[in-house]
């Protein structure tokens, strides 16, 4: 079992940037491979990134290029660094865990993740 918390969310004008952390319990945090996903107001929630347990990394088209997801062990914490935010990229961002057999393995879909955590909110104003 491991329970997620993030933190970091809040209010930002489009261009800026933000950096959510989630925060996990336990030590056994390295066999996680993590994900962050997010849902905007009336839209199915959504894949952002996912990072292995050896540290690769997946990204969402959408936000290729813009959002960076990265992992300290060492802390126990999953980050998701987002720059040249957009109004569209508001929505509850949620950390996410699951643990696969394979070092280099990320999951991008809901289902392959087993831990969530309550969520953090991110609004862009324009």
């Known amino acids: 079992q491991v329970q997620l918390v993030e933190s970091g969310g809040g209010l930002v004008q489009a261009g800026g940037s933000l950096r959510l952390s989630c925060a996990a319990s336990g030590r056994t945090f390295s066999s996680y491979a993590m994900g962050w996903f997010r849902q905007a107001p009336g839209k199915e929630r959504e894949f952002v990134a996912a990072i292995s347990r050896s540290g690769s990394t997946y990204s969402a088209d959408s936000v290729k290029g813009r959002f960076t997801i990265s992992r300290d062990n060492a802390k126990n914490t999953v980050y998701l660094q987002m720059n040249s935010l957009r109004p569209e990229d508001t929505a509850v961002y949620s950390c996410?865990?699951?643990?696969?057999?394979?070092?280099?393995?990320?999951?991008?879909?809901?289902?392959?993740?087993?831990?969530w955590g309550q969520g953090t909110q991110v609004t862009v104003s324009s």
């Open positions: 996410a865990a699951t643990r696969p057999l394979s070092l280099t393995a990320y999951r991008t879909r809901e289902y392959e993740y087993d831990f």
